[in-house]
C-alpha cells in the first residue's frame, strides 16, 4: 500500500492497545539472559572456531611484508588470512565492505589479518605473532581546523539561500557572529560488532549485530559475489546501535570468508578498542554561525555553516541543516562543506547532523537572547515559524508543536526561578543555573514490509526483517498488530530481524517505529480483508475485537476462521511525497538545571526535562526510555564525551569505556520526559513520528546554557569540561 494523502479514521485510532505503557514483551527473556545475540549462539554453528582481526598500527601508507609463519604455527591456529591469500572482493557497492584486499592502509585499525584458532585466546595471541613492516605515508591529515580552508561543497547538500544574508546580517541592529567546534565522538554503544558465520554448500547464513538486515544481506552478498538469495542474516537483538551498526566492518566478512576456507562455522567479535578506531564515529564539527536580529529578538538574518572532515569519498556530517526549518527570518545562507581527512571513517551516529548542529545553534541562541536581553523562552517563541522558511506557507509543517513544548516545559520546570544574571544564584559551593534548548528532528519515513497471520489458536504471528537494538520494536509493532486485529498483547507473537522475513524499514534515523508499524498496519489491513473474506462478510463494514471479527449483528472467532491451516497476508508501505507538500520533524523544548563547583568546576546536572512532541506516541514507557537514552547521550555530548585524536599517528587514543567518557547512573539525576498530545496524519496510518533521537537533539545545548547561567563562562568548544571553566570561575567568597 501507497501512503501518499493523509490518513483517515482508522482502527489505529481505537487506542485500545496503542498508546498505552505496554511492559516490553521480550522483556522476560532479556532479564534471564534468553535474548540471544550474534556470538552467544553455539548450537546453531557447531564446532565454530574463533577469529581474531588484526588492525593496521598505522593510519596511513602500505603493508611492505607481512610474515605469519609464526602464527600458522602457534597452538590451534587453524589459518591466518592476509591480503596475500584473501579472495577477491568487490567494493563498488553501497553497503560492501571489502576487507584484506590489498596492501593499502586508509586507517588507524583496519583489518590487516584474521587469525582463526580453536579458542578466542589462541587467536588473540597468535594475532600478536604476526610480524608486519609497515611504510607510512609521511603526509596525513588528522585536523579538521587545519584542512577547514580546504573544504569544499557537498553535493547531496546543496546551500540553501534565501533573500540576501550578506546585507541584512551587515544592516542588522543586533549581530552575533559565534564559533562553535564539536569533538569526534564514539556510539560506544553495549554490544561489540561481532557475526558468526556458517556455510551449508553454496548458501551463507551470518548472525550478526546489526540494524539493517536488508543493507547486511545486499552488502555481505554484494562483498563475496554470491546471489542475495544464497544469503541469510539474522539479527534478533542487537545491544544499542546508534548508527555504529548501519553498516558493515571486518567481522562478518572475514567470518564469512574463513568459515568457506575451514569449512566450518567461525565467530568474529571486535574488542572493544578496536571498536573505536575500526568502525565508524561522529565527525568533529567546526560551526560558525551568524544571526542578525531586531531589537524585539526577531530574527532577519541567519547563517550557519558546518564544516566537517571524512576519508575521500565519505559523507559530511550534516550539522547546518536544522537551521533551514527550526527558525524564522527572512535571509537565510546556509551551507554544508566537507573536508579530506585520513581518520577513521566518519558516519552516522545518533541524529547525525541535529545531535552536534543544535550544540551550536541552540547555545547561539541563547547568546542572542543575552544580547537582545529577551528571556531565552520567548526568544525561541518569537522566532517560531509554522511552514518551511525556504518554501513559504506553500510548505507547511505536517504538525509542529514546538511553541507548547516551550511553555508547557517552562511552567512545569519553574523556570520563572531562573535568574537571568549569569553567577547569580548560589547554594553552598554550587553555583547555580538553568538553561533551556529546542529539539528537532527530520522525520525520516522508509518503505517495510511485514508478513501477519493468524493460527487455529488465534494467535497472531507478526514476521518483519525490522529490528529491536533495545528500542522496543518486538513491543510497538505487537501493539500495532493487536489494534488492528482486535486482540490483546498477550495473543500476539513477534519475530524480528531475520531476512527470510519481508524486507523492513530496519532501524535507524528515527525511520524504525513509523515506518515499520505502517508496514504492520498495511499488512493486517490484507489480513483483515482475508478474514472477511473467509467469513463470508463484507470487508466494508466489519469491525475486529476480542478475538472475533463481526458485522451486522454475526461475529465469528478469528481462531475458527484460521482453523487449521491459518491465514496470513504480506504487507508493505512505501511512501509518496507527502514530504514534499508538508515539512515533516518531532519537536522538543529541553531544560536543565546544572550546579558548578565554585573550586573544581565539577559540573552536576541537576535535573533534566524534555517536553516532547512527536506525533502519537505508540508505547509511552518505550518512547520514554528512548527519550532518557536520548538525554543521556546529550549530557555526553554536553560535558565528556571526546575522542582525542593522536596527531602524529592518526588515531583515537581513548579507544576503550574507561577514556571515552560517557555518563554513568551517578553522572544523571531526576530525568522527566512529558509527551504533547499530537496526531500526525501526514506522517503514515500510525499518525506517529520518530521519537528515538529526539533526546538527543538540544539537550547538549540545554545543559551548556545552564553553565553558562550559573558561570557566566560561555565555552564555545566541546565537551565542556572542566579545566575549560577553572580559569574563568568567579572569586570564591571569603569564608566569614
Ligand atoms: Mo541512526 S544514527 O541512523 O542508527
Known amino acids: ?28 527473556l532479556k532479564v534471564s539472559g534468553r535474548a540471544t545475540y550474534a556470538y552467544e549462539y553455539h548450537d546453531e554453528f557447531p564446532n565454530a572456531a574463533y577469529g581474531f582481526v588484526l588492525g593496521s598500527a598505522i593510519p596511513k601508507g602500505y603493508i611492505e611484508a607481512i610474515d605469519a609463519r609464526e602464527a600458522e604455527a602457534m597452538p590451534g591456529v587453524l589459518l591466518v588470512l592476509t591480503h596475500n591469500n584473501t579472495p577477491k572482493q568487490n567494493g563498488s557497492g553501497q553497503h560492501n565492505s571489502p576487507q584484506l584486499q590489498g596492501p593499502g592502509i586508509k586507517q588507524a585499525e583496519q583489518a590487516i589479518a584474521l587469525v582463526v584458532a580453536e579458542s578466542f585466546e589462541q587467536a588473540r595471541a597468535a594475532a600478536r605473532a604476526i610480524r608486519v613492516r609497515y611504510a607510512r605515508a609521511k603526509t596525513g591529515h588528522y585536523d579538521l581546523a587545519a584542512v577547514k580552508d580546504a573544504s569544499r561543497p557537498v553535493p547531496k547538500s546543496p546551500d540553501s539561500k534565501v533573500g540576501e544574508f550578506d546585507r541584512a546580517f551587515a544592516d542588522a541592529p543586533v549581530k552575533l557572529d559565534v564559533t562553535y567546534t564539536t569533538p569526534d565522538q564514539s556510539h560506544a554503544m553495549m554490544e561489540p560488532h561481532a557475526s558468526v558465520a556458517r556455510w551449508d554448500g553454496d548458501k551463507l547464513t551470518v548472525y550478526t549485530a546489526n540494524q539493517m538486515i536488508h543493507w547486511a544481506v545486499d552488502g555481505i552478498s554484494g562483498t563475496l559475489g554470491i546471489p542475495a538469495s544464497k544469503v541469510r542474516v539474522q539479527s534478533a537483538f542487537v545491544g544499542g546501535g546508534f548508527g555504529s551498526k548501519l553498516f558493515l566492518y571486518a567481522d562478518p566478512i572475514l567470518a564469512a570468508v574463513a568459515a568457506k576456507r575451514l569449512g566450518r562455522p567461525v565467530k568474529v567479535a571486535l574488542t572493544r578498542p578496536q571498536i573505536f578506531n575500526h568502525t565508524n564515529h561522529r565527525p568533529a564539527t567546526i560551526q560558525h554561525i551568524r544571526i542578525g536580529a531586531a531589537p524585539d529578538g526577531k530574527i532577519v538574518a541567519i547563517g550557519h555553516d558546518a564544516f566537517s572532515g571524512n576519508q575521500e569519498g565519505g559523507e559530511a556530517e550534516e550539522a547546518a541543516n536544522q537551521t533551514k526549518l527550526l527558525y524564522g527570518g527572512e535571509n537565510r545562507l546556509i551551507r554544508t562543506r566537507l573536508s579530506e581527512l585520513n581518520l577513521p571513517k566518519g558516519g552516522a551516529m545518533r541524529a ?359 558561570t557566566g563562562i560561555r565555552i564555545r568548544d566541546y565537551p565542556l569540561t572542566l579545566d575549560k571553566l577553572l580559569p574563568g570561575l568567579p572569586e570564591m567568597p571569603r569564608q566569614s
Open 352 to 710: 547525525p547532523g541535529e545531535a552536534v548542529g543544535l550544540l551550536a545553534l541552540e547555545c547561539a541562541m541563547d547568546e542572542l537572547a543575552e544580547k537582545t536581553g529577551i528571556d531565552p523562552v520567548e526568544l525561541r517563541i518569537r522566532n517560531d515559524i509554522q511552514y518551511d522558511p525556504a518554501k513559504g506557507p506553500d510548505r507547511p509543517f505536517s504538525s509542529r508543536k514546538l511553541v507548547e513544548c516551550m511553555r508547557v516545559g517552562a511552567e512545569r520546570f519553574g523556570w520563572n526561578r531562573r535568574d537571568p544574571k549569569p553567577a547569580s544564584v548560589r547554594d553552598g559551593r554550587w553555583l547555580v543555573g538553568m538553561g533551556v534548548a529546542s529539539g528537532i528532528r527530520d522525520n525520516l519515513v522508509m518503505p517495510s514490509g511485514a508478513r501477519v497471520s493468524v493460527d487455529r489458536e488465534g494467535v497472531l504471528t507478526i514476521e518483519t526483517q525490522m529490528t529491536d537494538i533495545g528500542t522496543g520494536s518486538y513491543t510497538i509493532l505487537g501493539q500495532v498488530g493487536a489494534e488492528m486485529m482486535g486482540l490483546p498483547i498477550e495473543k500476539v507473537r513477534v519475530r524480528l530481524g531475520d531476512s527470510d522475513f519481508p524486507k523492513s524499514s530496519g532501524s535507524g534515523g528515527s525511520w524504525g517505529a513509523n515506518s515499520a508499524s505502517a508496514g504492520v498496519y498495511a499488512a493486517c489491513e490484507g489480513l483483515r480483508d482475508e478474514i472477511a473474506k473467509k467469513a463470508g462478510f463484507n470487508s466494508r463494514d466489519v469491525t475486529f475485537a476480542d478475538g472475533h471479527v463481526s458485522a451486522a449483528g454475526r461475529s465469528r472467532s478469528l481462531a475458527e476462521i484460521a482453523g487449521q491451516d491459518g491465514v496470513a497476508f504480506t504487507g508493505e508501505v512505501k511512501f509518496g511525497k507527502l514530504d514534499d507538500t508538508y515539512a515533516q520533524a518531532s519537536f522538543a523544548a529541553h531544560f536543565c538545571e546544572v550546579a558548578v563547583d565554585w573550586a573544581t568546576a565539577e559540573i552536576r546536572v541537576r535535573r533534566l526535562l524534555s517536553v516532547c512532541a512527536a506525533g502519537r506516541i505508540i508505547n509511552p514507557k518505550t518512547s520514554r526510555n528512548q527519550c532518557f537514552g536520548g538525554m543521556t547521550m546529550g549530557v555526553g555530548a554536553a560535558l565528556m564525551e571526546e575522542q582525542v585524536v593522536d596527531g602524529r599517528f592518526g588515531y583515537f587514543v581513548n579507544h576503550d569505556l574507561a577514556e571515552y567518557q560517557v555518563p554513568v547512573h551517578a553522572d544523571i539525576p531526576d530525568l522527566d520526559v512529558v509527551f504533547l498530545d499530537e496526531i500526525d496524519d501526514k506522517s503514515s496510518w500510525i499518525k506517529a513520528k520518530g521519537v528515538g533521537e529526539l533526546g538527543i537533539c538540544g539537550v547538549g545545548a540545554a545543559v551548556a546554557n545552564a553553565v553558562y547561567n550559573a
Open 1 to 28: 500500500m501507497e501512503f501518499s494523502t493523509p490518513a483517515g479514521p482508522n482502527p489505529i485510532d481505537t487506542g485500545r492497545v496503542v498508546t498505552k505503557p505496554v511492559d516490553r514483551i521480550d522483556g522476560p
